[in-house]
């Protein structure tokens, strides 16, 4: 049997950084899903795989040795208010496994009880949002989105107590870390600039090793989390994918996209889009997730002040100058995805028009976002057309879009070929999300779950098969709130 290669890099920095502290082990716990293909990426011994010793290691029951639990800490502004000590308190980090692809992965458990972190909290989870986060993080992981992985989901057969009794779960995630801008924030506020430094090295070395041998490497990492996360944050406003809570505290610094809390795809554009029942102002709506993003990095460079100049006005300037740098890469990430969208070869500037002028339109007619660009790659524009209310003003969006793909060199059949693979047929539609949810806490019912998992494996395909979960809600069907995790 091929040999598990572990290593604790993050404990062997030290209590600083996170405590050791073991799951709590559950009653009876049972398979809700394996994530097969996952498995064989990270190279885990079969053993490990849908077992009864898999049960046992993903219930958080019985460890193998490989295994050194820990909880990591962490700080966090929290709807911009800052948070000191937030740190794993429903999550313990196993190991660092090594993948096939050389890559380092932590395997965390979710749910798995209290750690010091848990601030009164049970460190359990029900069901539904262990569902929830199976679901979207593999469905973002099939469209190409940076995510963090689901690996395992097993049912605790113990109750968690929330505003009502509910059937537990434990997740088990996978990420290249689970370190975030709040963990750089706890760092700081310890007011060491040795620690700091140490702790910086360490990421840089795992995440951003090409930083490392430059003339100014702080600099260059901080520019670097500032593209991943630009780059990412532009993946998810072309999906039309909503996160819902980004707080400091859930944002990497590889650029993953972490916690799927509240989070919900948008179906009817509307750039004031807001899912979660926690965000009465909207601060994490659809349109708000750039301006946020840079501020959560304004937030991650103010910690690495201490690295990157000699004094701090000196610093500030440094930094101030790196975040003006995320515009520009998000404005390129987002043009030439939207670009992409649209079925244009490359994308330039002035393509930003015809992209603003169709969501305009979208919004006024309440357009699903999905299904306008699916059907627009298909070459369907009569019943791309029946979409919209306003005919009139589709039909000028409509030649001035022909107009500006027949100028390029490229096939039709070239280019429905590149929107399709751009275009999802199928994103995790909340309503479908919520079913399932529904179905495996109150019946044990696991078979929308699992029809959901497989045609989410392949959300650029045209499968008949699933053609019932490219449609958007019904009145009746539509979710209009999300909650978080807890
Ligand atoms: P989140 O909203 O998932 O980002 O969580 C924010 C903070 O609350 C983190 O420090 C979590 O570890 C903690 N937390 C959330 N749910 C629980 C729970 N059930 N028990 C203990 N801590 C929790
Ligand atoms: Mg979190």
């Not at 099939?142 to 049912?155: D, M, N």
């Not at 430094?197 to 795992?206: G, K, L, M, N, P």
């Not at 100058?321 to 995805?337: D, G, I, T, V, W």
């Not at 053609?467 to 539509?478: I, W, Y």
Request: charged share 15%; hydrophobic share 45%.
């Amino acid at each position: 049997m091929a040999e598990l290669k572990v290593q604790h890099s993050l404990a062997v920095l030290g209590s600083t950084f996170s405590q050791s502290c073991s799951p709590t082990p559950v009653a009876a716990p049972e398979w809700l899903a394996f994530n097969q293909p996952l498995a064989d990426e990270l190279a885990l011994p079969e053993q490990y795989h849908a077992t009864a010793v898999g049960l046992a290691l993903f219930a958080g029951n019985n460890l193998p040795k490989w295994c050194q639990p820990i909880a990591q800490a962490y700080a966090g502004h929290q709807f911009a208010n800052y948070v000191p000590r937030l740190g794993d308190g429903r999550a313990i980090l196993l190991a660092e496994v090594k993948a096939a692809d050389g890559q380092l992965y932590d395997i965390q458990l979710k749910g798995a009880g209290p750690t010091p972190f848990s601030r009164g909290g049970d460190g359990r989870s029900p069901i539904g949002p262990v569902i929830r986060e199976y679901l979207v993080s593999e469905a973002m992981h099939a469209l190409g989105v940076p995510t963090t992985r689901a690996l395992a989901a097993v049912s605790s057969g113990e109750m968690v107590y929330r505003d009502e009794a509910l059937p537990g779960a434990i997740m088990t995630r996978v990420a290249k870390s689970h370190i975030r801008i709040g963990t750089f924030q706890y760092v700081a506020a310890l007011g060491d600039t040795a620690r700091l430094t140490e702790f910086t090295d360490y990421v840089i070395a795992r995440h951003y090793p090409q930083c490392a041998n430059q003339q100014q490497p702080y600099l260059k990492f901080l520019q670097a989390v500032i593209a991943a996360q630009a780059a990412t944050v532009a993946h998810w406003m072309s999906l039309g994918f909503i996160h819902g809570v980004m707080n400091t505290d859930n944002m990497t610094i590889t650029g993953e996209t972490i916690d799927y809390g509240p989070c919900a795809f948008m179906e009817a554009f509307d750039e004031k889009t807001v899912f979660s029942a926690i965000d009465r102002r909207g601060r994490y709506a659809y349109s708000n997730q750039p301006p946020v993003a840079l501020w959560n990095l304004t937030r991650f460079a103010e910690t690495l002040l201490p690295l990157l100049a000699a004094d701090q006005p000196a610093a500030i300037q440094v930094a101030s100058a790196a975040l003006e740098l995320f515009s520009q890469h998000y404005q390129a990430a987002y043009l030439q995805r939207m670009t992409a969208k649209l079925g244009i070869e490359h994308g330039v500037p002035e393509d930003a028009e015809l992209i603003s002028s169709v969501l305009v339109l979208m919004q006024q007619d309440k357009v699903d976002f999905t299904l306008f660009f699916r059907q627009l790659s298909s070459n369907k524009p009569a019943i791309t057309g029946e979409l919209f209310n306003d005919q009139n003003s589709w039909l000028n969006w409509f030649s001035a879009w022909q107009a500006r793909i027949t100028a390029q060199h490229r096939t039709d059949e070239q280019r429905v070929t590149a929107m399709q693979r751009v275009n999802p047929e199928l994103i995790p539609r909340n309503h479908l999300i919520q079913q399932a949810i529904e179905q495996v806490t109150r019946d044990g019912d696991l078979s929308l779950f699992n029809q959901l998992k497989q045609a989410w494996l392949t959300p650029f395909n045209s499968d008949p098969a699933f053609v019932a979960f490219s449609r958007p809600a019904s009145e009746q069907e539509r979710v209009q709130r999300t909650f978080c995790g807890t």
